[in-house]
């Protein structure tokens, strides 16, 4: 099975309701990577596993601030087949399509099934996990926001609006010049095929993560414009130095708060301490629909 005799697992280092991701290491080169592994045991799960394949996929060119998706191998029971747009699609690949599309499951029920996804790994954690162990630090938010703006841009430039950007999605990598952030988590993403501009695809199931969700989101009609609303969560979070963990509701209801026409939540003192350019940056993501 070449697929087992690639790589290594290390340790484990993350797990969600879908998977677990681990630290692995390439056996011929010996270098680093994450191994993603997907359950694809019901069609809620294939949905999300493909929709990250697929965005990964249709990644054309390499970005410095996107995740980079190594390989992708599909796991039936005990045959390990790798998918791409590459490789002819196997029957396993094709039954797993079919139970996305019906939402019921169509493999075999005796047969585990899962998708693997190797991945570069990025060695410094999520972004929450590294802004809050360190110091304020102005000139680091500002290359963070640049990075992310590009990333996002990036992403819509090849028709993929990511739908749960969030601190928690953004891995940090080590790198002579500086950390590098990097978009990942893929899962609630869409390929907005046949479209000439990203912003002309409409989509009404809300989905994401409730507080970085944008007020059209929580109404049921939105573009890939609540990409942007998220990086304004995102670049505040950076600068209050708050996470959103505490499952407070009204943090989790600033959506719906901006649609009953109440005012913002303050955006704090803190920005106050921070260059008047960052202020305007992040107030102009925080609107509904924004234009930025």
């Known amino acids: 099975m070449a697929a087992e005799a690639k790589y290594s697992i290390v340790r ?12 692995a290491v390439a056996n011929q080169t010996r270098s680093k990577v994450a191994v993603k592994r997907m359950h694809c045991n019901v069609p809620e799960n294939v949905e999300l596993a493909l929709q990250e394949f697929w965005a990964l996929q249709n990644v054309q060119k390499r970005h410095e601030n996107v995740i980079q998706l190594e390989e992708c191998v599909l796991q039936s029971g ?7 747009r590459h490789y002819r699609k196997s029957d396993h690949h094709l039954l797993l399509i079919e139970t996305c599309l019906k939402g019921r499951r169509c493999m075999d029920p005796r047969a585990a099934c899962f998708l693997w996804f190797v991945m570069e790994f990025c060695d410094g954690g999520n972004m929450n996990e590294y802004l809050l162990s360190r110091g304020p630090d102005a000139q680091l938010n500002n290359s ?6 590009g990333a996002v841009a990036f992403l819509h430039r090849n028709q993929i609006v990511h739908r749960d950007l969030k601190s928690d999605n953004i891995l940090i990598s080590h790198s002579p010049g500086g950390p590098v952030v990097k978009v990942a988590d893929f899962g609630l993403s869409k ?18 993560s409730n507080f970085y969700m944008a007020p059209e989101v929580w109404e049921g009609h939105y573009t890939a414009k609540a990409d942007i609303f998220a990086l304004g969560i995102i670049f505040w979070a ?22 009953q026409g109440k005012e913002l939540i ?22 509904r629909m924004p234009a930025c």
Do not use: W
Not at 12 to 23: H, L, P, T
Not at 144 to 149: C, K, R
Not at 196 to 205: C, D, K
């Open 266 to 287: 303050p955006v704090g003192e803190a920005l106050l301490e921070n260059p008047t350019t960052t202020d305007n940056q992040v107030l102009c993501l925080l609107v």
């Open 144 to 149: 963070f926001m640049q990075q992310l703006s």
């Open 238 to 259: 950076m600068v209050e130095r708050i996470t959103f963990r505490d499952g407070d509701t009204q943090k989790e209801l600033l959506g719906t708060y901006i649609c």
């Open 78 to 84: 005990q045959v390990f087949q790798p998918i791409s």
């Open 12 to 23: 484990e280092v993350g797990r969600g309701s879908y998977g677990v991701v681990y630290e």
């Open 191 to 208: 390929v907005c095929q046949g479209k000439v501009n990203v912003n002309q695809h409409r989509f009404s199931s809300a989905c994401g």
